[in-house]
Every structure is written in structure tokens, then in C-alpha cells.
């Protein structure tokens, strides 16, 4: 049976960086282009998410585990970022009735 280690290192660095680039493009479009704030908040997940495949394979490839480390607390960010962001997304939505992103000008005095 085969390693996690053998299994990464028989796809090329290039494919890793290419689909990472690939989701995070996709996050980035998300946040720029749409309004809800719920979905631009899984967009940013995604953009996490692209840059924890990147430094995941990069740490496998290099025989170094502070790649590894680093994903670990951009998961711990990640997950706080989740509870105080959904927190304030069902604020908005009590005072507003939206989730809509242009409907927090009306939170303005």
C-alpha cells in the first residue's frame, strides 16, 4: 500500500499549482462579483483552501513539515473567521432582512 508521501509526489508540483490557482481565481471572482455576503464568505474560504492544497504539497515535496504547520493554523483562522463572520452575517440579516452586501449602507447613521 502505498504512502500519502508516494501518492503526492506521482503527481507533478505543476498540477498542484495549476488546480490551486484554478480555486483560488474562483474565490476571487466570487468575492468580486457577487453581493450576498454569505457567499463571499465561502469564497474566502476557497481562497484559504487553495493556499492550504499549495502549501500542503509544497511541504510534501521539500520533506519539511512547517508547510504542514502553516495549514494548520490557517484552519484554526479559518474556523474563527466562520463563527465571528456568520455572527455578523445574521446581525445584519435581524437588522436589514438581507444578506445582501449594498443593503449595509442603511447600518450608516
Do not use: C
Not at 505543476?14 to 484554478?22: G, M, V
Not at 454569505?38 to 508547510?67: C, K, P, Q, R, W
Amino acid at each position: 500500500m502505498e504512502t500519502v508521501n508516494q501518492v503526492i509526489k506521482g503527481v507533478p508540483l505543476n498540477h498542484y499549482i495549476l488546480l490551486s490557482a484554478i480555486i483560488f481565481s474562483i474565490g476571487v471572482v466570487g468575492v468580486l462579483i457577487r453581493r450576498n455576503a454569505i457567499v463571499i464568505f465561502m469564497s474566502v474560504e476557497l481562497m484559504l483552501n487553495a493556499v492550504n492544497l499549495l502549501l500542503t504539497a509544497f511541504s510534501v515535496y521539500h520533506n519539511d513539515a512547517s508547510g504542514q504547520v502553516f495549514v494548520f493554523f490557517i484552519m484554526a483562522l479559518a474556523a474563527a473567521e466562520v463563527a465571528v463572520g456568520l455572527a455578523i452575517i445574521v446581525m445584519i440579516y435581524r437588522n436589514t432582512n438581507s444578506t445582501d452586501v449594498n443593503v449595509l449602507n442603511k447600518l450608516k447613521w
